[in-house]
C-alpha cells in the first residue's frame, strides 16, 4: 500500500473510525474478519499482502485500535508524534516520490510483506502526522456527548466538531435536547 502525504484526512478519518469500533464506545462494531473486511472495503483500504483477514489479522487490528486511541488521548503534540511515528516504523518505508495524473506526488510505501494491522498503522501515522502539522493537536479531542467514551481527530475546515459520531453521538444529543426543551414550559 502507497499513501500520499497529501491525503492525511483519510489516515485521520481511519482513525477516528476504528477507534470508534471499541467496545469503549459502543457495542464491539469489529467482531469478526468479516466485519475488519467490510470496514476495509468502506475506507476503500486495499492491502498489499491481505486478500481477506484472519482471525489473527483482527486481533492485531484490535490492539493497533488500543494504540490508536492512546494517541488521540496524549496531552501534547510531541507525545502524538512520538506515537505516530511508531506507527509509522511498524510498516512505512522512506518516502517515494512518484509522477501521477495530479504530478509530482511524495508517498509512503509500506514494507514488502507487511501484516494487515502493521499496513493499517502506517496509514493512520502519516494521518495523525499531517493533522499535527496541518491543523494543531487541538484537533485529537473527546466526544463532546456526556455519555460517550470516543475520541476523535476533527479534520473539518472550521474545526468545530464535537462529536465522533455525528450521526450517532450529535443526534442523540440533539433529540435529548429537544425533548428537555418540550417537556419545559
Same mark, same amino acid.
Do not use: K
Given at each position: 500500500?502507497?499513501?500520499?502525504?497529501?491525503?492525511?484526512?483519510? +489516515?485521520?478519518?481511519?482513525?477516528?473510525?476504528?477507534?470508534?469500533t471499541?467496545?469503549?464506545?459502543?457495542?464491539?462494531?469489529?467482531?469478526?474478519?468479516?466485519?475488519?473486511?467490510?470496514?476495509l472495503?468502506?475506507?476503500?483500504?486495499?492491502l498489499d499482502?491481505?486478500?481477506?483477514?484472519?482471525?489473527?489479522?483482527?486481533? !492485531?487490528? !484490535?490492539?493497533? /485500535?488500543?494504540? $490508536?486511541?492512546?494517541?488521540?488521548?496524549?496531552?501534547?503534540?510531541?507525545?502524538?508524534?512520538?506515537?505516530? !511515528?511508531?506507527?509509522?516504523?511498524?510498516? =512505512? @518505508?522512506?518516502?517515494?516520490?512518484?509522477?501521477?495524473?495530479? +504530478?509530482?506526488?511524495?508517498?509512503?510505501?509500506?514494507?514488502? +510483506?507487511?501484516? @494487515?494491522?502493521?499496513?493499517?498503522?502506517?496509514?493512520?501515522?502519516?494521518?495523525?502526522? +499531517?493533522?499535527? /502539522?496541518?491543523?494543531?493537536?487541538?484537533?485529537?479531542?473527546?466526544?463532546?456527548?456526556?455519555?460517550?467514551?470516543?475520541?476523535? $481527530?476533527?479534520?473539518?475546515?472550521? =474545526?468545530?466538531?464535537?462529536?465522533?459520531?455525528?450521526? /450517532?453521538?450529535?443526534?442523540?444529543?440533539?433529540?435529548?435536547?429537544?425533548?428537555? /426543551?418540550?417537556?419545559?414550559?
Amino acid at each position: 500500500m502507497e499513501t500520499p502525504l497529501s491525503d492525511y484526512a483519510r +489516515g485521520a478519518a481511519v482513525a477516528t473510525d476504528l477507534v470508534t469500533t471499541s467496545p469503549t464506545v459502543r457495542e464491539e462494531a469489529l467482531p469478526t474478519p468479516g466485519a475488519l473486511a467490510s470496514f476495509l472495503e468502506e475506507h476503500r483500504i486495499r492491502l498489499d499482502t491481505v486478500s481477506f483477514p484472519s482471525a489473527e489479522d483482527l486481533h !492485531h487490528v !484490535h490492539l493497533l /485500535r488500543r494504540e $490508536v486511541r492512546a494517541i488521540m488521548e496524549t496531552e501534547t503534540a510531541d507525545q502524538a508524534v512520538a506515537g505516530a !511515528h511508531v506507527l509509522i516504523g511498524r510498516a =512505512g @518505508l522512506a518516502p517515494r516520490l512518484r509522477h501521477s495524473d495530479d +504530478g509530482w506526488q511524495w508517498s509512503v510505501p509500506t514494507a514488502p +510483506g507487511a501484516g @494487515l494491522a502493521d499496513e493499517l498503522a502506517a496509514l493512520i501515522g502519516l494521518g495523525l502526522l +499531517g493533522v499535527v /502539522r496541518s491543523l494543531g493537536h487541538s484537533r485529537f479531542r473527546p466526544c463532546a456527548a456526556p455519555d460517550c467514551r470516543g475520541v476523535f $481527530v476533527d479534520t473539518s475546515r472550521a =474545526g468545530r466538531r464535537r462529536y465522533c459520531m455525528p450521526d /450517532r453521538c450529535g443526534n442523540r444529543l440533539n433529540v435529548a435536547n429537544h425533548r428537555a /426543551r418540550r417537556v419545559s414550559p
